[in-house]
């Protein structure tokens, strides 16, 4: 059978329990208490999300060998412990995360081997240049994952698309992890994805820095495996996240904000008003939703468009520069726009 159905529903049943234990023993409720939460919904899903990824990284054994499974679960409980304001200092997370990361990198062969410039590939052929490097494009996508988790679906959605266009261009199987297996996950992920739909689950950061991890090791190894395979095409499987985390750094470093203080200014955000305002949408769960569809819907579209030619950088790198392009361009309209809208938005 290729669907595990029992897996499936005793990881459910599983999530199930710990979404009513937290209700229940550790009382969180889904009142919002941070400003830039709040801006697309009125209540706050339970943070479980991450927990079901676990249990299927555990069952289905979703991992290379123990000690990887060890950093994947250091990663999940910091976010737990962010989750419910434990760990809840930006800076300490950040280093207990380049922590997490530069160990897991010293006691594994992850690494970034090629990036096809040749200056640049000389210098990754120092093992601590390239550690360096790693921790940081890994460090890029466990964060930007969690900025882009402002919207119902949106990061369920990304990351269930990356999955779709493995399967699709069967480069899982240079790993030995089998067809079956991304057909099990693909399914969790949705049935999380339409969960989600609803406002009663979300990520949270224990799911957010989780996937985000798994998928950074996960595709680094699929290019070592496979050098013919362009390294932009993993670029612009995660473009979105990582881009969305570089240009949150630099245009706040140009507000002379601090990076590390949330806002509402993130291009989601910024879409998620200009879809309500635009289709006057008073239901906030609606916009949320068809924000989040529209934009993956357009994430679809370029990564099916580059697996078209799979082992051309030039082409990967165009299509990366029109996400770049396309982002900055909309970003500045939507900015504009909130500027001039939002204080009748829902009003």
């Not at 199930?16 to 941070?34: G, P, S």
Request: glycine share 4%.
């Amino acid at each position: 059978m290729i669907v595990d159905i029992h897996k499936i529903f005793f990881i459910i049943l599983v999530t199930t329990f710990i979404y009513y234990l937290n209700i229940k023993l550790f009382k969180f409720n889904n009142k919002i208490f941070d400003e830039h939460q709040n801006y697309s919904t009125f209540v706050l899903g339970n943070p479980v999300g991450g927990y079901a990824i676990f249990l299927f990284i555990l069952f289905f054994k979703f991992y290379f060998d123990y000690l990887e499974l060890f950093f994947l679960f250091c990663i999940f409980v910091s976010g737990i412990l962010s989750d419910n304001k434990i760990f809840n200092a930006p800076l300490k997370r950040l280093f207990f995360q380049v922590l997490i990361i530069i160990t897991s990198i010293s006691f594994s062969e992850i690494g970034i081997m090629s990036t096809r410039i040749d200056f640049i590939d000389s210098l990754l052929t120092n093992k601590l240049i390239n550690i360096i490097f790693t921790t940081f494009c890994i460090l890029i996508v466990i964060n930007g994952s969690n900025f882009i988790d402002g919207l119902n679906g949106l990061v369920l959605g990304y990351y269930s698309i990356i999955v779709f266009i493995i399967l699709n261009t069967n480069l899982n199987e240079s790993l030995n992890f089998q067809t079956i297996l991304m057909i099990n996950f693909l399914i969790i992920l949705i049935i999380l994805l339409l969960a989600n739909f609803t406002n009663k689950i979300f990520l949270g950061d224990n799911g957010s820095y989780l996937i985000g991890f798994l998928f950074s090791i996960y595709l680094i190894r699929i290019h070592q495996i496979n050098l013919e395979l362009s390294p932009y095409f993993i670029i612009l499987l995660l473009w979105y996240p990582c881009f969305e985390n570089l240009f949150s750094i630099i245009r706040k470093k140009i507000s002379k904000t601090l990076a590390t203080e949330p806002d509402n200014n993130h291009f989601h955000q910024l879409f998620f008003l200009y879809i309500s305002r635009k289709l006057n949408l008073k239901n906030k769960l609606i916009a949320n939703n068809l924000s989040s569809i529209i934009i993956n819907f357009y994430n679809l579209t370029i990564f099916y468009v580059g697996i078209q030619k799979l082992n051309s950088s030039t082409f990967q790198i165009q299509l990366i520069t029109i996400n770049i392009f396309v982002y900055i361009s909309l970003y500045i309209y939507l900015k504009k726009f909130k500027d001039k809208y939002s204080d009748k938005i829902f009003n």
